[in-house]
């Protein structure tokens, strides 16, 4: 079991263990290490660090840049850019992996690392194993230094990149989009990318001071892009968390489209022009309106655990192309390797484009069910599984429900919280289970 490693790389508070630059120092290092025992051939492996907005991202750069040098490994920087920029980069130079310096949506006073394999995806538990052995032991200077570089046309790379990922052909002349950048990693590359197709875009969230990643802005906290589209008479509007991995749109009358409704648009042009779509993976949080609508259209659906590793894992297993999650965090694998924010927007905007009807008429075709989350602290998540009242709470809250519903408790992979998900035909009794199964979870002081 790793020590370091969550299900989505490693975050925290800064200058608490493990967020200290000694300890991305350490890692910098480690992660050398194991690169340089898998090199085949005589050249130093190459490593490319970019990263998000955060002021704390300069000092962790530094740390893990000299940690990889001192491992004998190249470091390539990009500054900053999005997490699905890293993934790709790290294809196109051929590098031996990306780290990205990001904590996603989680305020500027967290931050985290991502890494990245040499095909463009999340390092194997066996990999993350390796690392973290390697941190136990002392370091040690390699006998030939690594060599740091900037590499300049990375944003231009990337830029393209995403406009490749449409028919060539595809445009967005003629409609009008309200971008929401985080005043994160998308700040630069997103509207570039948009107007690049033809849109006329008006952005916000597009001016980092190292402070404000995610601070009333971006696709957890969606008010602020609700307000523009319906200032400026957007067609539609487009909202990215801090490192550019997930998106969220609003349409024109100002509501907010989650993760679960871009993929079902997604899913239902995909079904009508690809004739190898097979299916969509959502997980254990997906709306049940959404796997229903699924249904409706003959669309496959598999849920799986929650966290972008385990959807992918899913998608892989049955040859798919398309899942994700409700937090709008989609993986469209015909054109990337991970969870990229700026091509799931383009690919729903393909349908929204293809349909020639408004976002506002075409989300109509899922009705999503009422859905309840409260995060309740929790220091012991393993214990959740064994606890008396709270496992007679759950199976009280499962009765109510019955079969129009369904009930979730799951320890969040990245906070110390467990996340308390009810959902069902009624609004009301929903909210009135959730609210009791969250406090049987506190009361137990787990």
């Known amino acids: 079991m790793q020590k370091y490693f969550g299900t989505d790389g490693i975050r925290g508070l800064v200058g608490e263990a493990p967020i200290t630059p000694e300890f991305f120092l350490k890692l910098g290092w480690a992660v050398g290490r194991v690169l340089a025992k898998n090199k085949v051939g005589g050249a130093p492996a190459m490593v490319i ?12 750069e530094a740390a893990l840049e000299s940690g990889l040098i001192a491992a004998g490994v190249d470091v390539g920087l990009v500054g900053p850019m999005p997490t699905p920029a890293i993934a790709y980069l790290t294809r196109t130079f051929q590098a031996a992996a990306g780290i990205v310096i990001s904590a996603s949506h989680n305020p500027y ?43 300049e046309d990375a944003e231009g790379r990337y830029i393209e990149f995403c406009k490749g990922s449409v028919p060539w052909g595809f445009n967005l002349e003629g409609l009008n989009i309200a971008l929401d950048c985080a005043n994160g990693a998308t700040y630069s590359v997103a509207p570039k990318v948009f107007r690049e197709l033809g849109a006329n875009v008006t952005s916000i969230g597009i001016a980092p001071d ?34 550019g991995d997930r998106v969220m749109f609003v349409d024109d009358q100002g509501e907010v489209l989650d993760g679960d409704q871009l993929l079902y648009l997604i899913a239902t042009y995909k079904s009508q022009h690809n004739d190898d779509f097979k299916g969509v993976v959502g ?8 796997e229903v609508a699924l249904k409706k259209l003959d669309i496959p659906f598999i849920r799986a655990n929650v966290g972008d590793r385990y ?7 049955n040859d798919w192309t398309l899942g994700g999650e409700s937090s ?25 484009k293809s349909s020639d009807k408004p976002l506002g008429i075409l989300k109509q075709g899922m009705q999503k069910m009422p859905q309840v989350m409260i995060n309740v602290p929790c220091t012991d998540k393993a ?6 009242s709270v496992k007679a709470a759950l ?10 519903g369904r009930v979730l408790l799951r320890p969040s992979g990245t906070e110390p919280v467990v996340r308390v998900m009810v959902e069902g035909k009624d609004q009301q009794q929903v909210q009135t289970v959730a609210e009791q199964l969250a406090a049987a979870v506190e009361e137990a002081r787990l």
């Open 283 to 290: 997980t254990l949080m997906s709306n049940f309106g959404f």
């Open 383 to 388: 214990a959740l599984n064994t606890n008396d």
């Open 49 to 60: 660090i970019g990263k998000d907005t955060r002021i704390s991202g300069y000092m962790f």
């Open 311 to 317: 959807v992918i894992e899913e998608m892989n297993k």
């Open 210 to 243: 190292g402070l404000n990643i995610n601070l009333d802005c971006g696709s957890t906290k969606m008010k602020a892009l609700q307000r523009h589209v319906l200032e400026t008479h957007a067609d539609l509007g487009v909202a990215f968390d801090g490192d």
């Open 328 to 352: 709008g965090h989609i993986v469209c694998r015909c054109a990337t390797t991970t969870g990229d924010g700026i091509i799931a927007a383009l690919q729903a905007l393909l349908a929204v």
């Open 109 to 151: 006073t967290d931050n985290g690392i991502k890494l990245f394999g040499s095909q463009g995806t999340k390092l194997g538990d066996e990999v993350e194993l390796a690392i973290e052995a390697e941190l136990e032991k002392p370091m040690q200077t390699a006998q030939k230094l690594g060599k740091a570089r900037r590499l």
């Open 395 to 404: 199976a009280h809250a499962e009765l109510e429900l019955g079969d129009a």
